[in-house]
């Protein structure tokens, strides 16, 4: 797809988001196994399922948008997993593993909040406001997320690894 107008970038970057979600469903159930702190676990599995809403609200999207192929390789969102993944299998205390796998899941939700913020930007530009309204409850989503994590990492886990 050429990109020579707002609404191509829209639909790239939310091509883009649609493969980092995918990625994502992949990647919370293993982060779910490797935590010891339970309250980190609940997290991971309550973020999978607000995970599979965002898939859901995007295949929306890309129908209003007559999207009829929304595959694109997200590189960006491999490379950040690939990159928690090793700091996970480095970690040999299962609570600095814990630190870790928050480090690497809000490195994921800020990835996540940048693209969710540009699609918002983008949709109200272009005047599709409902869609806008959908990328926002979505960015509010992912912003909670990872104040959760910040609240987890410094009240329950960044202590208990020093």
Request: aromatic letters at 4%; charged letters at 30%; hydrophobic letters at 35%.
């Amino acid at each position: 797809m050429k990109l020579n107008n707002l609404e191509n970038l829209l639909v790239e970057e939310l091509k883009d988001l649609y493969d980092a979600e995918k990625q994502i469903t992949e990647a919370l159930p293993k982060m779910v196994e490797k935590a010891e702190t339970p309250g980190l676990r609940q997290a991971f599995e309550d973020h999978l399922r607000q995970t599979e809403s965002h898939i859901e609200r995007l295949e929306h999207a890309f129908e209003n948008l007559d999207v009829t192929n929304p595959r694109k390789e997200c590189k960006g969102m491999e490379c950040i997993i690939e990159e928690g993944n090793a700091m996970a299998r480095e970690s040999t205390d299962p609570i600095t593993r814990d630190a870790a796998l928050i480090a690497a899941a809000q490195h994921v939700e800020h990835y996540e909040m940048a693209g969710y913020g540009t699609a918002v930007s983008y949709a109200h530009q272009l005047e599709l406001h409902d869609l806008a309204d959908t990328f926002q409850a979505t960015l509010d989503e992912e912003k909670e997320t990872d104040r959760l994590l910040t609240h987890i990492a410094e009240n329950q886990v960044n202590f208990r690894a020093l």
